[in-house]
Nanobody, 120 residues
């Protein structure tokens, strides 16, 4: 009954910008940490950014100063603003949300992923 869906992935030129969105829906009581992960071809999935329910953030060194994570708790949505994109940012981006749902269930949920391709 809980669903997490990403959107916003696209093909963009180096130096360009992109904004990803991830909305959680269903029988949600509260959402704790929300984060973005990415997986490039031939590489392990890595944490890109995370944001707590209170707004504290943490970023991978590779994206610091270029990416900004934010959230709208009223909409159960997390965003990732990506600026100054580089070819190395090319990956499938996944949303992760730590959700407390109805009837005492709490666990992490993953989105289906959205493709971001940075190429000239």
């Amino acid at each position: 009954q809980v669903q997490v869906v990403e959107s916003g992935g696209d093909l963009v030129q180096p130096g360009g910008s992109l904004r990803l969105s991830c909305a959680a829906s269903g029988n949600i009581i509260s959402i704790f940490d929300m984060g973005w992960y990415r997986q490039a071809p031939g590489k392990q999935r890595e944490l890109v950014a995370v944001i707590t329910s209170g707004g504290n953030t943490n970023y991978a060194d590779s994206v610091k100063g270029r990416f900004t994570i934010s959230r709208d708790n009223a909409k159960n949505t997390v965003y990732l603003q990506m600026n100054s994109l580089k070819p190395e940012d090319t990956a499938v981006y996944y949303c992760n949300a730590d959700i407390y749902s109805r009837f005492g269930l709490r666990r992490q949920y993953w989105g289906q992923g959205t493709q971001v391709t940075v190429s000239s």
